[in-house]
């Protein structure tokens, strides 16, 4: 608690900068040490935006460095297994950024390798969306306001993907971004605090309705990360699973998530910020976030506590991300295999 914490930061994107810099600052006790973005360039226009005194020249110099306690992956999920793996081997703490991993296959070589440190800190940023609503949603569902589940409805739609004209990112690009699809995994892992299971089973469907675009620096490329899909899933105890991501629809974006249980439903809409409850045949109304139960952005103060004080990581921990990346490689593989229905 007296010595200083000198983290590293591998990555200095627009997330990073808008929060994780700004709140390892707040923090007593902890230095903000040394950057290393895309280029040398980017690298220093951070450090001197953040008063950090070492530009590290590569990733490999910054795990090296004996100075370095914890390091903060921003960059792309292409680098998370790599630059995890080797922090940990080195004896440093990690927060990685969301998604865990490219794949399956290296968000478990990431969790092993955490098992091999359990005197380290591993965590992944969390999806932030319902954070405030959390405790809430598990509160009522606790106290058995829903009944028995019946059903989890997830909506996300947009109309980013829809000009074919317009060049493919980073999340369109399987070299970087693997086979997470659309914002799959950030909505499931939601359901997954909520509910504290995920589904066992699950059918899905998807389309590519642009086969090639051109990328940022103008070279055509084959699209193989589906710009909608639908998954159907089914829970141990018979509840149903529904979920429909769609960058290609051109009327009015829908983002919400719904929990249909015998006696109640809860609605939490993201476009307007607002969790919603239906009691039996009654009209929906808003339900009021109490203070105490409205958790704000603590994810640099987390892991700052997690690695002091040793407590235990709730978000999120890297079993939470193993467990949406299953999900996400078995919607891969079920909409590639012509819906078949993959056991989890």
Not at 280 to 287: N, T
Request: proline share 5%; with cysteine; hydrophobic share 45%.
């Amino acid at each position: 608690m007296t010595q200083p914490l000198r983290i590293g930061f591998i990555g200095a994107g627009a997330n990073t900068r808008s929060r994780h810099l700004p709140g390892f600052q707040e923090i007593p006790g902890v230095v903000l040490a040394a950057v290393c973005n895309r280029t040398e360039e980017s690298s220093r226009k951070v450090a001197q935006a953040f008063g950090i005194p070492v530009v590290a020249p590569d990733w490999r110099a910054m795990i090296d460095s004996p100075t370095i306690d914890a390091v903060c992956i921003g960059t792309w999920p292409n680098l998370h297994a790599e630059l995890t793996i080797a922090a940990l081997r080195a004896g440093k703490h990690v927060l990685t950024e969301a998604r865990m991993a490219r794949d399956l296959g290296e968000a478990l070589l990431m969790f092993a390798e955490a098992q091999r440190h359990p005197q380290l800190v591993a965590q992944i940023v969390p999806a932030p969306m319902s954070l405030a609503f959390d405790a809430t949603i598990v509160k009522l569902i606790n106290a058995g306001v829903l009944g028995s589940l019946r059903e989890v409805s997830v909506m996300c739609t947009n109309n980013t993907q829809v000009d074919s004209a317009l060049p493919s990112g980073w999340r369109q690009d399987p070299q970087l971004s693997g086979k997470n699809t659309l914002a799959l995994g950030i909505y499931y892992e939601m359901t997954l605090r909520w509910l504290g299971r995920g589904v066992t089973t699950l059918s899905a469907d998807a389309a590519i309705f642009t086969p090639q675009r051109k990328n940022a620096q103008g070279e055509q490329q084959t699209m193989t990360i589906p710009e909608r899909v639908t998954v159907l899933g089914r829970y141990a105890d018979a509840a149903r699973f529904l979920a429909h991501f769609s960058s290609v629809e051109l009327t009015a974006p829908r983002n919400e998530i719904r929990l249909h249980g015998s006696r109640a439903g809860l609605r939490l809409d993201f476009i307007t910020n607002q969790l919603w409850l239906t009691e039996a045949a009654g009209p929906e109304r808003l339900v009021e976030i109490m203070p105490a139960l409205g958790d704000a952005w603590r994810v640099e103060a987390d892991f700052i506590a997690s690695i002091r004080e040793d407590r235990p990581v709730t978000l999120t921990d890297f079993a939470t991300g193993v467990s949406y990346m299953r999900f996400t490689e078995a919607v891969w593989t079920s909409w590639n295999e012509q819906g078949r229905w993959v056991t989890i």
